[in-house]
Every structure is written in structure tokens, then in C-alpha cells.
């Protein structure tokens, strides 16, 4: 499971201009549903239904907020990186300025464990992160997570 597999360059977001945890979710919700077709009311109470079982900051200024949703056909992602950090409630305490959504079908069981296990293993790379809070375009931003990237094992 590689990251292009799930992300398009059409939907990573340069400056999301979110100023709390739940505008950045119901934006990235409005994008998404713009990418699988289905309504953004559905998959934002996906994402704050996930929430509430406890935050997906995981920490040094990244959250990975993901759901399951009934009627979505193939894994979809979306990145954003935030105009100004904000309190996503992140284990670390730290504010968080980059976001990788993550959907999955309902049925997607390993597929959206090994995405998610994926797109942890890419963020967890500080030289990595420092380039995507830096990098000028969305074009860059999506070579820096699909490009030059080795599998690895979970």
C-alpha cells in the first residue's frame, strides 16, 4: 500500500485556513466529498464519531483523522497543511499544522489498517514533515508523500 494508491494531487490543501480542530474536520470533509461523492455532513460525523473515541493527533504537529464510511468504494486521502497550528487535542499537547485524512470503506478491515500504518510511517520522518511544512506548492507537497518512499514492513 503506497500513499499515491489513496492521495491525488488534486487533494492536497497548501494553506487550510481552519482556526479550530472541528472547522479543520468539516473542512476536510467538504473536500472529500467533493472527491468520493458522498456528503460531507456524513463523512464529518465519521470524523468527529472517531474523535470521540480519542484524538487522532499523534503527535510533533500531525493528525491522521480516518474513518470507515458504508458506500464508499476504494480508500481515499486528503492532506492539508494548516495556515496556523491549531489545538487538535494531540497526545503530545502540541498543536497540529499537518493532517492526512484517511477513509475506508466499511468492509476494508487490513487495507485501511496498512493505510493508516502507511501514512504513519511517512509522517513520522522529521526531515520529511519539516519539507512539507515548507515546501511552496501542492505539487511539491504531493511528491514529498508519494515519491522516492521504500515499503517497509508495518
Keep these: 500500500m503506497e500513499i499515491i494508491d489513496i492521495l491525488a494531487e488534486d487533494f492536497v490543501v497548501t494553506s487550510l485556513k481552519a482556526t479550530s480542530k472541528k472547522q479543520a474536520l468539516e473542512d476536510l470533509a ?4 467533493a472527491g468520493t461523492g458522498l ?44 495556515e496556523e497550528p491549531v489545538d487538535f487535542d494531540a497526545i ?8 492526512f485524512l484517511l477513509l475506508a470503506p466499511e468492509a476494508a478491515g487490513a487495507d485501511h489498517l496498512k493505510a493508516l500504518a502507511r501514512i504513519s510511517r511517512v509522517l513520522r520522518d522529521h526531515a520529511k514533515c519539516d519539507k512539507l511544512r515548507t515546501a511552496a506548492t501542492g505539487e511539491k507537497i504531493f511528491g514529498l508523500l508519494t515519491r522516492d518512499v521504500q515499503s517497509q514492513p508495518a
Design 30 to 33: 467538504q473536500k472529500a466529498a
Design 39 to 82: 456528503q460531507k455532513r456524513v463523512i464529518f460525523d465519521v470524523l468527529l464519531e472517531r474523535e470521540r473515541l480519542g484524538t487522532t493527533g499523534v503527535g510533533s504537529g500531525i493528525a491522521i483523522p480516518h474513518g470507515k464510511i458504508d458506500g464508499l468504494d476504494k480508500l481515499f486521502g486528503c492532506f492539508a497543511r494548516m
Design 92 to 99: 503530545d499537547g502540541e498543536p497540529v499544522d499537518l493532517i
